[in-house]
């Protein structure tokens, strides 16, 4: 009886926290203020700028699309060379040496996919390089991938006579800093 009252406070939290985050989230994706922007306005506007990304911009479905495949496949590949040359790569105190192409693979393929299945030994296997600047950047920017195109197809179900969904790297770029990165 105890677990069950346990899952039932805990449906009972989740869905009490769930309303508000939904509700800020879809603040977020829309472009409108949040009590965050102040802070992290500037700094969006600077990846904006430093990347070359027009804010206002509306992709169609397709350059919607080809912008997710393409920035993952990009994320895969720069993964799978950290993990295989982590050997030579720096913050490698203990000397590990890169993973086989294989291990490295699926563990790309897992990261960028946000399943995360790792199929390694933790700290004895990858260097604080290929942990820091591989796994933890795709934990977030994959999660980042998925708000993204879930909010395109639904602004794609909104705006069925309109033309254009957003733009990918704004979304991206917003999962990041306003969503991901507070929680975290």
């Not at 030994?121 to 993204?148: C, H, K, R």
């Amino acid at each position: 009886m105890e677990t069950v009252i346990q899952y039932a406070v805990y449906l009972i939290i989740l869905v009490a926290l769930g309303i508000p985050l939904g509700a800020y989230m879809g603040k977020v994706m829309n472009g409108e203020k949040v009590f965050l922007s102040r802070l992290l306005g500037p700094c969006e506007r600077l990846i904006y700028r430093v990347m070359h990304v027009k804010s206002d911009e509306q992709m169609t479905a397709k350059k919607y699309a080809l912008s997710a495949v393409l920035f993952n496949v990009i994320g895969f590949a720069i993964l799978f060379l950290i993990l295989l040359l982590q050997g030579i790569l720096p913050l490698n105190p203990e000397g590990i040496d890169g993973n086989s192409w294989h291990l490295a693979f699926n563990t790309a393929a897992s990261f960028m996919t946000n399943t995360n299945w790792q199929a390694y030994s933790g700290e004895s296997a990858l260097s604080y390089f290929s942990q820091m600047m591989g796994l933890t950047v795709q934990n977030f920017v994959s999660a980042a991938t998925g708000i993204a195109v879930l909010f395109a197809v639904i602004r794609g179900f909104i705006k069925v006579k309109e033309k254009g969904i957003g733009s990918f790297w704004v979304d991206l770029t917003r999962s990041v800093l306003y969503i991901l990165m507070p929680l975290a």
